[in-house]
């Protein structure tokens, strides 16, 4: 059996020169209740990644569905986040469903601030980069 490494490491390089987006990955915090001034605030947020380089792009058989969020109707849309392959995590973490990937910078100006919530992550020793599922709620 031949050795991987050395294509493994190229397939890898290739594909991080594709990642043109800058991202941000965080778990948001429990919301917090503020007696003082009677509201709910959003609790802290924990990076788990970035600000980083990163691919983004909608899954092109998804078609997105429609949904109801309240008073209001959601549409959610597919899309797949790569990161580089050796991106580390904070120790002990895990990426989980409801994490959170906001778009800082990109070649598209019409994605900077999207915010796109994780469905899954997919792991892999001979992946080119770690690709994670996410949908855009908006």
């Given at each position: ?51 980083g ?8 058989q ?38 959170r ?38």
């Amino acid at each position: 059996m031949r050795d991987l490494a050395p294509f493994l490491a190229r397939g890898r390089q290739a594909h991080q020169s594709l990642m043109g987006e800058q991202v941000r990955m965080y778990r948001q915090g429990e919301d917090v209740f503020d007696r003082e001034a009677g509201q709910t605030a959003p609790g802290p947020q924990a990076d788990l990644y970035g600000p980083g380089p990163a691919r983004v792009r909608a899954v092109a058989q998804a078609t997105g569905t429609e949904e109801q969020a309240g008073e209001r109707e959601v549409s959610l849309r597919d899309y797949e986040v790569a990161l580089p392959w050796s991106t580390p995590l904070p120790p002990g973490t895990r990426v989980l469903p409801g994490d959170r990937i906001e778009v800082l910078a990109s070649e598209d100006a019409r994605m900077v601030g999207l915010v796109l919530y994780v469905k899954a992550a997919q792991y892999g020793g001979t992946a080119t980069a770690w690709r994670i599922n996410a949908e855009d709620r908006s």
